[in-house]
């Protein structure tokens, strides 16, 4: 979902997913923020929600791309 998410580089977008593996296990990732970061850096903040079993988790991730790069990669 994350992947999916991050090509649309758009505030506020969201992707829901349901497990294909897991029963009753689901969640979201919205994109919260986008930011340009020195050396042409590029950053979002992702939130990610997982429901497991009526469970709520939010995690927030950033993940970073470069100049040239395609995809973002989970920032350390």
């Given amino acids: 979902a994350t992947d999916e998410l991050?090509?649309?580089?758009?505030?506020?977008?969201t992707s829901n997913w349901t497990s294909e593996t897991r029963a009753n296990v689901s969640g979201s990732s919205t994109v919260a923020a986008i930011n340009q970061e020195s050396g042409g850096l590029r950053c979002m903040n992702v939130t990610d929600i997982v429901i497991v079993e009526g469970e709520e988790t939010r995690v927030s991730k950033k993940m970073c791309k470069r100049p040239g790069e395609a995809r973002y990669a989970l920032a350390a």
């Fill in 6 to 13: 991050t090509r649309g580089e758009e505030v506020g977008a």
